[in-house]
């Protein structure tokens, strides 16, 4: 699961991705309710539009925009029946969060420790999720908002090692979970593709794709 992360430079989504930010969002972490970039498909058939909304997806039967549980993540396995996330899912809208890099909290030494995650070719990430266009019923606010998904990595050589376990839990059912990078060439069929095509593309990266190490500072007990 991922609950903080850096937003890459305005001018880095510029030159990879040829779009710019009308609303240019603030550097640093962004933890969930925070304001961060993402891609989808632009709503009127233009092709690829960069947005800045909530991180936490904001269900279309909210009654107002702050969510009682947590919805910066959403489980893979999942989509299709929760209903925070089964109509965003059903309806094609996929996006792509943009981050220069993400943070997990590692309990191999007995406390929390933050390691952070950038791509080793140095690219942003761009990682799997979905939005929702939520409107206040009363006073017609339009918030724009997304989450991102998390696959089981239990086998996996690295992320498995992320998050505090379970001693009472086998390691291979622990339920770790990771992020899902898209690879740069399967960026548009991940937001343009239909939804039974874009399932597959929701798979883990293979460590090498990671450069890992942790973080300067800790902050405090981690969120699992």
């Known amino acids: 699961m991922c609950n903080r992360y850096v937003p890459p430079e305005v001018a880095d989504v510029e030159r990879l991705w040829h779009i710019g930010a009308r609303q240019p969002w603030q550097r640093g972490l962004v933890f969930p309710r925070a304001q961060g970039p993402f891609l989808r498909a632009a709503r009127d058939g233009s092709g690829v539009e960069l947005v800045t909304g909530s991180f936490g997806l ?22 299709a029946n929760k209903a925070s ?14 981050a220069e890099s993400f943070d997990e909290p590692c309990w191999e030494t007995g406390r929390n420790v933050w390691w952070r995650f950038r791509r ?8 799997a999720g979905l939005w929702n266009t939520w409107i206040d019923a009363g006073s017609g606010e339009i918030v724009e908002s997304f989450t991102m998904l ?16 379970d001693p009472k839990i086998p390691a291979d059912q622990q339920d770790k979970r990771s992020v899902v ?17 874009a399932a597959h593309l929701v798979q883990l990266a293979p460590a090498e794709v ?10 405090g007990p981690a969120r699992t």
């Open 58 to 79: 904001v269900p279309w039967f909210s009654k107002t925009r702050e969510v009682k549980y947590a919805t910066q993540n959403a489980r893979f396995e999942e989509l």
């Open 210 to 219: 990671f450069l890992a190490e942790p973080a300067e500072a800790t902050f």
């Open 181 to 197: 990078p898209i690879a740069p060439g399967d960026e548009a069929a991940w937001l343009f593709a239909p939804t039974d095509q």
């Open 150 to 165: 998390t696959l089981n990595a239990d086998e996996h050589p690295l992320m498995a090692r992320m998050h505090k376990p």
């Open 85 to 98: 996330y089964k109509t965003p899912w059903a309806r094609g809208q996929r996006a792509l969060v943009l």
């Open 120 to 127: 080793a070719d140095g690219r942003p990430w761009a990682l």
